[in-house]
């Protein structure tokens, strides 16, 4: 996507910032196609993330500072957890923790992140598209506790689901995320929604493939995979299950990826 290869080009290097001695943060890159079969990815996967790109590029224009090594809290209207305990609950090593805490910092002074500034990031990673829905579905998925604001440990602790996560996980998440009203099922309605605002930002001259209809073939095909009891609505262990089971499914979850 075009609009996404100039943004790619801004980061260092395609890179999340490397320690001190140059080395990868991430060891251990893994190939392209087994990034929902591992745990650890590959710096190049993790750059292909919106959110981090967002992060890295705010912390490169910022430029690197030595004295801000660990978290800053003094500035910072909401303090975060200890580094700690955050490399504790999420697959981030220290580094890449300061680095995206660094630039969330940056972005956000106030410790918070809100619904506007998720669809600024998207509109400027697709601007072909466009990708207000879209950033409105997935930050009600971040604001696990509906307060219209994402705290940084809910962002990074979110981000290494999606991104480190085990194929499990990432479903729970992706189940989280169509599961527009959070009352615990999906159902077509909301799975349409979900699909046709990915569409609408990716935008539909960008990508001939996408014919009008897709989003809906998409949906009436998935769904009926999904609902084993035929009760109109997906719970998450039919969801879970279906997903694990057909490689169709597993394939369009893994091009889900591309617009995190």
Known sequence: VQG????????????????????????GGQTEGSKWQRPRLSR???????????????????????????????????????LDQLQAQTKFTRK????????????CPS???????????????????????YAHFLFNAFDMDRNGSIRFEDFVIGLSVLLRGSVTEKLRWAFNLYDINKDGYVTKEEMLAIMT???????????????EDSPFEHVEKFFQKMDRNRDGVVTIDEFIETCQKDESIMASMQLFENVI
């Open 96 to 107: 890449e923790l300061q680095s995206l805490y660094r630039g969330f910092k940056n972005e």
């Open 4 to 27: 996404r290869n100039k943004a790619e080009k801004k980061t260092v290097d395609g890179d999340l910032h490397p320690d001190a001695n140059g080395k990868d943060p991430s060891p």
């Open 44 to 82: 190049k996967s993790l750059m292909k993330c919106c959110l981090v790109k967002w992060i890295i590029a705010s912390t490169t224009q910022q430029g690197p500072d030595s004295s801000d090594n660990d978290f800053e809290l003094s500035m910072v209207r909401h303090q975060p957890e200890g």
């Open 111 to 133: 410790g918070l992140v809100d619904e506007e500034t998720f669809k600024l990031i998207y509109s400027q990673f697709f601007p072909q598209g466009d990708a207000t829905t």
């Open 197 to 211: 605002s990915i569409y609408d930002m990716m935008g539909r001259y960008t990508l001939p493939s996408l014919r």
